[in-house]
Nanobody, 116 residues
Framework: VQLVESGGGLVQSGGSLTLSCAAS???????DMWWYRQTPGKARELVA?????????KYADFVRGRFTISRDNAKKMVYLEMKSLEVDDTALYFC??????????WGQGTQVTVSS
């Protein structure tokens, strides 16, 4: 059972990145998924969520209009497309599932660094 994030990197302000999260070991298509991010010294913050069917997406105010969450249940993948990146978007990004119910399954994270 695991989540593996990828796609992070160094990008200039205004640039774009797409993060990916590969799920395995559980019935991915039945679970809502989340993206969070964390910077040193700060609490992990919710970025976006998507329901199991991929029909309902929610975003934090600070990314709405710039980021898009999506999923491919056949591939057991969840994505975070990030555009118009800002220096303040620099963080370690994690995907998350509430698996098993009542618990949180986290990946190892993927680092996004936005330079000015």
């Amino acid at each position: 059972v695991q989540l593996v994030e990828s796609g992070g990197g160094l990008v200039q302000s205004g640039g774009s990145l797409t993060l990916s999260c590969a799920a395995s070991g559980f019935t991915f298509s039945t679970y809502d998924m989340w993206w969070y991010r964390q910077t040193p010294g700060k609490a992990r913050e919710l970025v976006a969520s998507i329901n199991s069917a991929g029909s309902d997406m929610k975003y934090a105010d600070f990314v709405r209009g710039r980021f898009t969450i999506s999923r491919d249940n056949a591939k057991k993948m969840v994505y975070l497309e990030m555009k118009s990146l800002e220096v303040d978007d620099t963080a370690l990004y994690f995907c998350n599932a509430h698996y098993p119910p009542g618990y949180h399954l986290w990946g190892q994270g993927t680092q996004v660094t936005v330079s000015s």
